[in-house]
């Protein structure tokens, strides 16, 4: 019997920090697995974070916004930065498949530089799982993708998409 492994995706982090107190953590939002574990009704998450996955930006409350924009270090307050067109959900549904089939984990810090027509132009890895195949894999994802584009000073610009997720086995003992 083939044991298949299936990996996780956790802590999108747009704004992760420190943890705070109960009444101040920001909302959690996830995207839950496809079918629930033998034994159980009930589906996990397999992707969480603290903004919504299914949302555009144009669709987020100025607080989810602020959470994107807290990303980054010098944007104005009416500039925005760039954000997959249709939302996070796609991106991080093929990302899980992806570590799925290749069989990889841990960190990926990756930026995506969008141009002022929403297309990805570039991908940079800060930090990324020792597997030439899946940096390819998240390449073609990240440049494939549109996205609402950056706005500076009121006028479409050049500006980074960042992409930091942690790929955690589901079963610790899959991986010594």
Known sequence: MRLRERLAIA??????????????APESYGIKENTAATGTLLKRNVVTGN???DKRYDQMTPEQR?????????????????WPADGLTT??????QGASVLHVDGPLEAVATVGPDGVARQVEFVKAPDNAQFRAFVTSLLTVTRYK???????????????QVNIVPDDPTLHP
């Open 66 to 82: 602020q959470r994107i924009k807290d990303r980054y270090e010098a944007v104005a307050p009416d500039d925005e930065p760039p």
């Open 11 to 24: 802590s999108l982090c747009f704004g992760c920090a420190a943890p705070a107190l109960a009444a101040d």
């Open 91 to 96: 991106i991080m549904k093929a990302l899980l």
């Open 149 to 163: 584009p950056a706005v500076c000073g009121g006028k479409a610009c050049v500006m980074g998409f960042p992409l």
């Open 51 to 53: 903004v919504p996955f």
